[in-house]
């Protein structure tokens, strides 16, 4: 896939569709640093599974949302691992709720670490990208970003500003040699869907026409394209991964 060698960062990859992102990168012979913000017990567990492959990567812990957090990872990386090619902007929270009944502080958090983070870490990581002219930048949007979804108001609202940054920094970025792209995943098994009950995610699969929840891997696989030379024309996309859903 002609990404062997390449330097990524994966926000968020102690576990779900971040850890699979990591695993499927390192698969390719990519070196991963894997970004977690606590829970450095799942972050081992990613570079372990990655080690298992024959793959290797390094522990990155920070908060997206911090921007001073974000730079000073962008620098560890370039000074331990050389550079950065592939950046991946995974993290992300969601909250379900009635708008109305969202605190103002929920609703800085979230925005801060859905759309502010994916904007922190890209300013910190391009400069060390425009001085190679060469760098992939793929940022993971929601479909309720294309569409809007009731009772996730603000979650949409921050994943519709990953769709348009994306769009606008690939036009800005295009003659660098950077690529930015985004992928909008529709339901995903992961941990995020957890405050759903067994019998609500069956009545969630029969709305979906494949029938089923994607997994992290189905994300993965198309992160790896990507950021490969067999997209290389491809550029301010958002790429939807959703069974047919939306
Ligand atoms: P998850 O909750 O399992 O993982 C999210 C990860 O982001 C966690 O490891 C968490 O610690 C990390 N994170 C949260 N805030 C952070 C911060 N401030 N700094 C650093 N890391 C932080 O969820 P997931 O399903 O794996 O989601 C990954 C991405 O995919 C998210 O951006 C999410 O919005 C998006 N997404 C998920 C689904 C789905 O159905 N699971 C659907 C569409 C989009």
Not at 37 to 63: C, H, P, S, W, Y
Not at 121 to 142: C, D, E, F, Q, R
């Amino acid at each position: 896939m002609s990404i062997n060698g390449k330097v990524a960062l994966v926000t968020g990859a102690s576990r779900g569709i971040g850890r699979a992102i990591a695993i499927e990168l390192a698969r390719e012979g990519v070196l991963v640093a894997i970004n977690y913000r606590t829970n450095e017990d799942e972050a081992k567990k990613t570079l372990e599974e990655i080690k298992a492959l024959g793959g290797n990567g390094v522990l990155l812990q920070g908060d997206v949302s911090s921007y001073d957090e974000c730079k000073s990872m962008i620098q560890d990386i370039t000074n331990i691992l050389g550079k950065i090619d592939i950046l991946v902007n995974n993290a992300g929270v969601s909250k379900v709720g009635l708008f109305m009944d969202m605190d103002i502080k929920e609703i800085d958090s979230l925005m801060s670490t859905n759309l502010k983070g994916v904007i922190n870490l890209t300013h910190a990581a391009l400069p060390h990208m425009v001085g190679k002219k060469s760098g992939t930048i793929i940022n993971i949007s929601s479909i309720w970003g294309n569409v809007g979804a009731s009772c996730e108001v603000i979650y949409s609202t921050s994943k519709g500003g990953i769709n348009l940054f994306t769009k606008s920094l690939a036009k800005e970025m295009a003659l660098s040699g950077i690529r930015i792209n985004a992928i909008a995943p529709g339901v995903i098994d992961t941990e995020m869907n957890n405050f759903l009950s067994n019998e609500e995610k069956e009545c969630l699969k029969e709305e979906i026409p494949m029938g089923c929840f994607g997994k992290g891997k189905d994300i993965a696989d198309a992160v790896v394209f990507l950021c490969s030379n067999k997209s290389k024309y491809i550029t301010g996309q958002v790429l939807t991964i959703d069974g047919g859903f939306i």
